[in-house]
């Protein structure tokens, strides 16, 4: 499902974006803490209070998520890398991560679409740079 690139590209990132639908149908985007999840192949969002945040509720509402890495690897010259998965999400408890996380929560993304831009070859012109767009 994801590049070896890719798989690296997220094991050397320590914050990704998490948009959210609200149940009155606007958009919530949030920084959270991340690791990909080889047994399942998802990516799994932990955090401080999980359970009681309102990207969790929104997740169990409308499982309807997509999911941003991007960072700047450098500005002289300009480079740009960017990894989006679009995908259906779970909002579980009760789930013992081994990474130490704060609470038994996660939010289980489910990769149906994956967007990559610049993480296999970051260090090319940027307009000669481009997407890997596939459904998974």
Partial sequence: MFTEAELEYLAGQPLGRLAT???NGTLQV???GFRYNPA???ID???HN?????KFRNVEANGRVAFVVDD????DPWRVRCLEI???AEALTGVNLPDNHFDDAVIRIHPKRILAFGVEDWDREPLELEKNIRDV
């Fill in 40 to 42: 399942e192949k998802t």
């Fill in 50 to 54: 999980l359970s009681r945040s309102k």
């Fill in 21 to 23: 639908q609200q149940p």
């Fill in 45 to 47: 969002v932990t955090g």
């Fill in 86 to 88: 679009r995908g259906q």
């Fill in 72 to 75: 700047l690897p450098s500005t």
């Fill in 30 to 32: 949030n920084p959270v």
